[in-house]
């Protein structure tokens, strides 16, 4: 567990951009946060979970597309850009650990994020542990596969599967 607060922004293609605060044993919710009201039915700790998870997984979709881009063949390999964005796709896998407290299962409209990750839990950690251990190979690959070698691709490939599969079972569309 990470003992430090730790600062996620997150910002898409324009050029405004999102931040929050969170602590690491996801009990402590970021200051906008707890001043805000909660929505109807969620805590003010589990609205910040919530705002923390759209946080980074907008961070990892903004990381993943340009890999993704480079798998489709419509950008080029480019490895500081890529060692970049794979290391931020590592970092916010680990982030995930502390976003599904309990707390945050508040459901739609608030919240994407299906009751059926708190009543099948040991799935859903199995997957996220996945993610992880994928985000990481896919690290170790960039390091010593440099380019879009078939290695790489089938990297990428994996970790865009592990988020699928998650998606597929516990993200309301």
């Known amino acids: 567990m990470i003992a430090a607060r730790l600062m996620i922004?997150?910002?898409?293609?324009a050029p405004a951009t999102v931040g929050a605060v969170w602590a690491a044993d996801a009990q402590t919710p970021p200051p906008a946060a707890a001043a805000a009201p909660a929505p109807s039915g969620a805590s003010a700790p589990g609205r910040a979970a919530v705002?923390?998870?759209?946080?980074?997984?907008?961070?990892?979709?903004?990381?993943?597309?340009?890999?993704?881009?480079?798998?489709?063949?419509?950008?080029?390999?480019?490895?500081?850009?890529?060692?970049?964005?794979?290391a931020r796709i590592a970092f916010l896998a680990e982030l995930l650990n502390d976003a599904f407290p309990d707390v945050s299962?508040?459901?739609?409209?608030?919240?994407?994020?299906?009751?059926?990750?708190?009543?099948?839990?040991?799935?859903?950690?199995?997957?996220?542990?996945?993610?992880?251990?994928?985000?990481?190979?896919?690290?170790?690959?960039?390091a010593t596969e440099q380019g879009a070698a078939e290695a790489f691709k089938a990297a990428v490939t994996a970790l865009g599967q592990d988020c699928k599969a998650c998606h597929d079972l516990y993200k309301a569309k």
């Open 9 to 13: 922004v997150a910002g898409c293609a």
């Open 51 to 86: 705002d923390v998870r759209k946080a980074a997984y907008t961070l990892v979709g903004a990381n993943f597309k340009p890999l993704g881009n480079v798998l489709k063949g419509t950008a080029p390999y480019d490895a500081a850009e890529a060692q970049k964005n794979i």
């Open 105 to 142: 299962n508040i459901g739609e409209p608030d919240s994407k994020a299906k009751a059926e990750i708190w009543s099948n839990r040991a799935d859903f950690d199995k997957k996220l542990k996945q993610f992880q251990t994928d985000a990481i190979a896919l690290v170790q690959v960039n």
